[in-house]
């Protein structure tokens, strides 16, 4: 299903971790498969990436789009991060099973997170709470699929 280089960026993750001090952090969650990814940046004046982790729960694509996205992103500008998209973070990966790419979808979004939380501290800004239908994390979807999403659980588990 995987192929050699997903593996080794699931078992051999690189930048894991959180960090105290981050100049931005992005959180987004997929409330239909359960993952949930999380980037911390630490930028310069220059606003270069100097530094990047990521916590993520979820599966092996997961753990690896989150890990590639931070290789990627290390060292550049804080604009040239955000040119990355999804396709970018696959292809890197030598490509993902169709039905795992919302995984490298959230490591996109995730990065673009961090970034808008960085501005919005670097700005002073009230940086915007996070919305009370899905998760810890907007991801960006239709808040009537994830209003279905959870009043279907609600109704499985009760």
């Known amino acids: 299903m995987y192929n050699e280089?997903?593996?080794?960026y699931f078992m051999n993750p690189r930048n894991v971790g959180g960090m105290a001090d981050a100049s931005g952090v992005g959180e987004v969650g997929n409330p239909r498969c359960g993952d949930v990814m999380k980037i911390y940046l630490d930028v310069d004046e220059n606003e270069v990436i100097r530094d990047?982790?990521?916590?993520?729960f979820g599966c092996a694509a997961a753990i690896a789009t989150s890990s590639m996205a931070t290789e990627m992103v290390k060292g550049m500008t804080i604009d040239e991060a955000l040119k990355?998209?999804?396709?970018d973070v696959a292809g890197e990966l030598g490509g993902l099973p169709p039905e795992k790419l919302h995984c490298s979808l959230l490591a996109e979004e995730a990065l673009r997170a961090a970034v808008e939380n960085y501005r919005e501290r670097k700005n002073n800004q009230t940086v915007t709470p996070p919305c009370?239908?899905?998760c810890d994390g907007c991801s960006g979807n239709d808040h009537e699929e994830e209003e279905?999403?959870?009043a279907e659980t609600s109704r499985v588990a009760d």
């Open 132 to 134: 009370s239908i899905c």
């Open 5 to 8: 280089k997903v593996i080794d």
């Open 84 to 87: 990355i998209t999804n396709k």
């Open 148 to 150: 279905a999403f959870i």
């Open 52 to 56: 990047v982790k990521f916590e993520t």
